[in-house]
């Protein structure tokens, strides 16, 4: 049992490049998660999914976009990375809201 | 202010100890979470409560509602329960988007 897969773990990008974090769970958990936490903040959440074909706005949405065609999948798109964006990114999901959540192990990205 | 307070922000403690850390929120919530951040970055959920007190291994949770207070204790602590604890506070029954997340307690346990 994966659990939660995040791909990739580490990637440099240029500012105004684009790219697509990929987030897979294999639970059949409804919810799913995309989270940014910044050295010395919380965790601020960008995007959730109640479930396939549903997505709405986080806290932090600007300069992301997702999207959830599947129940496994919810990739995190950046376009026109910029240096503000510079943070560690974790996709989480849970069966329910009030269970436990599952936790990927983030993508250290950096834009230079 | 933020809808999360967590103390202390840094523990150094020695191997056995007995170690609690805190959280206070401000926000109505349908459940708190605490998760464990190791140095390699994983998150894990550590637990996730409502009332009470719930018990895993070395580690108790509990939460008082009406105080708007919960504690994380680690009995017989042990150098790898080094970690970073966070108090995540769920104010959102039906989607999970309102989390309100601590800043984190940074817990080093000395051998």
């Known amino acids: 049992n994966a659990g939660v897969t995040q791909t990739p773990k580490f990637r440099i990008l240029k500012i105004g490049q684009s790219m697509t974090l990929q987030c897979t769970q294999d639970?059949?958990?409804?919810?799913m998660y995309w989270y940014r936490q910044d050295p010395g903040m919380g965790l601020k959440l960008i995007y959730y999914?109640?479930?396939?074909?549903?997505?709405d706005k986080g806290e932090v949405p600007n300069g992301y976009n997702v999207s959830r065609s599947t129940t496994e999948d919810f990739p995190l798109r950046l376009e026109l990375a910029a240096p503000s964006q510079t943070s560690v990114y974790f996709c989480?999901?849970?069966?329910?809201?009030?269970?436990?959540?599952?936790f990927g192990s983030g993508t250290r990205l950096t834009v230079v | 202010k933020n809808e999360v307070e967590q103390s202390p922000q840094n523990l150094t403690a020695q191997e056995g100890e007995f170690i609690t850390i805190n959280c206070s929120y401000s926000?109505?919530?349908?459940?708190l979470h605490w998760l464990q951040q190791h140095p390699g970055g994983g998150i894990v959920s550590l637990f996730m409560?409502?009332?009470g007190k719930k018990k895993h291994g070395r580690l108790i949770a509990t939460i008082n509602i009406q105080e708007k207070h919960s504690s994380l204790h680690i009995t017989a602590s042990h150098p790898r329960d080094s970690a970073v604890y966070i108090c995540?506070?769920?104010?959102?029954?039906?989607?999970?988007?309102?989390?309100?997340f601590g800043t984190g307690t940074s817990l080093t346990v000395i051998p």
């Open positions: 989480a999901s849970s069966y329910k809201v009030d269970y436990g959540y599952t």
């Open positions: 999914s109640v479930g396939a074909g549903i997505t």
């Open positions: 639970m059949n958990h409804n919810y």
């Open positions: 409560l409502s009332s």
């Open positions: 995540a506070a769920n104010s959102s029954p039906n989607t999970g988007n309102q989390f309100y």
């Open positions: 926000v109505g919530i349908s459940a």
